[in-house]
């Protein structure tokens, strides 16, 4: 476990000992990793913050009970936090019968698509296109592989983190990424192709 | 030297990101004497710059710079009105235990009558229903309900079949 998972308990136990700023210190420490994890599957800016403040308040009343008990094993915040983003992401987005970020991310990537050097505007274009449809692509994955894909693209924990998250052994998450990663790679691959 | 296929797995995880020191130095040994997976290297790392999202917008940026004290608020907001289930258990228990000392008294009294001076214990007696069990289990579900989702929760049969095919497909190819 690594230290920084290590405060983020301490500072639950003082939140829960008293000490109000420790949580917000909590928050403080852990909202870019939320957001990261959230923004994929939100429709806007404020879209993303509510997913980011329902993970961080349903983190911590799940987490409350096992951080009272005086004895026993008991999973680090921080997993709380990436197993309940990850769940709440998911139920947002079908609950909304949507993939928002997908069809979003098409004029996201337009307006990402900035001319690399030696690149004309319409390459850039045909990147912005290609990214769109990986984003898309990366959101209909079986849903294992679309979480370990997302842990280490988006939140980019290591395997052993991103096993430890989704309560799998470090090998299946490592297979998991694999199988994912082989079939983006050949999606691109494909529109390569038909743009030749 | 090891074989490019058994390194294609620790080609792809290394394009996403840092690799374990040991993985790390297999793999630059190898990367350094063969061209092909320098490729396949450059091929993963092309597909991942394109899956991830462009970093934070300045809309994004303000939109959470006030998360902490939101989080903290709505704690607060839900420590202070969140119904717990215990008092209502321990209501329902109460109000049951009115009502039974109600109808003992009576049934025991002198007259059978409900009709005369003392009937209005029995009127209420006899409005009052049973606490349906159910009724007290759904309450507490319900107060549960939102908790669950931060359980272990398995893959559901559907997910698990369409990994399994994905997978399978996979082998396949």
Known sequence: MTDEVTDDDALVQSFLDGDDAAFEELVRRNEALVLRLVRRYARDPDDARDLAQKTFVRAFEAARPAFLRPFGERAPFRRWLVRIALNLSRNHARDAGRWTRASHSDTDGLADAQPHCGQGPLAGLLDAERSARLRRAVLRLPRRQREVISLRLDAELPFSEIAGALGITENAAKVSFHHAAKRLRELVSAATDREE | ?????????????????????????????????????????????????????????????????????????????????????????????????????????????????????????????SAWQEPDPEALLRVVEREHAELAIASEEPLDRAELIADAAWGKAFEEE
């Open chain 2, 1 to 125: 030297m090891t074989a490019c296929t058994q390194l294609d797995p620790l080609i792809a995880q290394r394009a996403s990101g840092p690799l374990d020191p040991a993985d790390t130095l297999r793999l630059d040994a190898h990367l350094a004497g063969c061209e092909r997976c320098r490729a396949e290297l450059a091929a993963y790392e092309q597909t991942f710059g394109l899956a991830r999202l462009p970093p934070p917008s300045e809309a994004e940026r303000a939109a959470i710079a006030q998360l902490a004290v939101r989080v903290r608020a709505e704690l607060r907001r839900g420590r202070a009105t969140k119904p717990s289930w215990r008092p209502l258990v321990l209501g329902f228990a109460a109000a049951a235990a009115v009502a039974l000392a109600v109808v003992v008294a009576t049934r025991s009294g002198p007259s059978p009558s409900t009709t005369g001076g003392g009937g209005g214990a029995a009127v209420t007696a």
